[in-house]
Every structure is written in C-alpha cells, then in structure tokens.
C-alpha cells in the first residue's frame, strides 16, 4: 500500500537533513553518527568536524565533501546511491561549502536540489550582548 508521501516522491529519494556541530571532537562525532539510523538521514551537515591530517573522518556509506584540504570546518556527507549525481558548486572556502544533488528521476531534466552548508564562526563572544558571527 502506497500512502500520498510515498506516491509523491516516486522515484526521488526525499532529502533527509542530519545538521550537527561537533566541535572538533571525535566523542560528537560519534553521538552524530550514533543518530544516523533513528534520523534515516541521506544528508549529513557537519560544522567543525574532528580532522585528522587536516581531512573530517569518513564514513561507510556516505561521500564526504569537506569545505576546503587543509583547514576544513564544514564538512557535507551524502548517501552514497541516494541521489543520481552531486557536485560541489562553490569555490573551495574554509568556512562555506554548497553542494549540488541531482534526484533520481524519469523526468527529462532531473531536478536538483544545493546544500549550502555554513560554519558560522563568531569573531568575538560576549555574555552580555549578542555575539557577533563572521558571516
């Protein structure tokens, strides 16, 4: 039995969003990935992921586009198979990435989806006020 949503994305894989901010440490990364099943996510937004050499870890089922090679502070994980295609459609910035997916689909031009994925880091933090983000 098929149900409205199910008809609805007939041969497109809903996005399925997982944002987290692990700040640098590999204990909440791991909680992160802990979340994945419960969440079914296909997509995974990850600001300060844990690195090591400069690269975010990896994992199984997933692609990993980080932000920049060597100081990389988002990092955007796909489903692998999950869409037809994805590419990275922004200039490589150490803050900022913005990732192209093409949904599988019987139309004549599949429909794509972008992904910006933002690390907002603050350039100073005060208490007493509202902090102040970079971007």
Not at 48 to 60: I, K, M, R, W
Not at 63 to 87: G, L
Not at 106 to 134: F, G, S, V
Request: glycine residues 2%; charged residues 20%; positive net charge.
């Amino acid at each position: 039995m098929n149900s409205a949503p199910q008809q609805q994305h007939a041969g497109r894989p809903p996005a399925r969003i997982l944002q987290y901010n692990t700040g640098k440490s590999p204990t909440a990364f791991q909680v992160m990935q802990a979340a994945i099943p419960d969440t079914d996510a296909n997509i995974l937004l990850v600001q300060e992921p844990p690195l090591l050499n400069g690269t975010p870890p990896t994992l199984d089922d997933f692609h990993c586009f980080p932000s920049h090679k060597q100081a990389c502070r988002a990092a955007t994980y796909v489903r692998k198979k999950a869409f037809k295609s994805t590419s990275i459609i922004s200039d490589p910035v150490t803050d900022f990435l913005v990732v192209s997916l093409t949904l599988h689909s019987k139309d004549r031009e599949a429909p794509t989806i972008n992904i910006a994925n933002c690390y907002n880091r603050l350039q100073n933090r005060n208490c007493r006020t509202r902090d102040q983000p970079t971007h």
